[in-house]
């Protein structure tokens, strides 16, 4: 069982940034990649951004070049930072634990993103 609790949501104005974070605790052996994903009023859940073990990263196409994810195995944090942010980027930003062997997901409770003038 994986517990995840995100912080560092909030408002900010467009080209602003904003820094979220996600502690993972238990079954941390067993998580394979710790990402980010975010889900926007009537809209599917989609990528964000994704670590997997060994440091290789992935992106959304939305968000490449301004955002970057990074994880610190000793403190079992991911970490997102998002620069220029846009309006579009408006959604509640989950964090996932991906686990493999067998293959199962955790997600935080969600922290909001707001991105207006």
């Known amino acids: 069982q994986v517990q995840l609790v995100e912080s560092g949501g909030g408002l900010v104005q467009p080209g602003g940034t904003l820094r979220l974070s996600c502690a993972a605790a238990?079954?941390?052996?067993?998580?394979?990649?710790m990402g980010w994903y975010h889900q926007a009023p009537g809209k599917q859940r989609e990528l964000v951004a994704v670590?997997?073990?060994?440091?290789?990263?992935n992106y959304g196409d939305r968000v490449k070049g301004r955002f970057a994810i990074s994880r610190d195995n000793a403190k079992n944090t991911v970490s997102l930072q998002m620069n220029s942010l846009k309006p579009e980027d408006t959604a509640v930003y989950y964090c996932n634990a991906h686990l493999v062997l067998p293959t199962k997901d955790y997600w935080g409770q969600g922290t909001q993103v707001t991105v207006s003038s």
């Open positions: 670590i997997i073990n060994g440091g290789r990263t």
């Open positions: 238990g079954g941390i052996s067993s998580i394979y990649a």
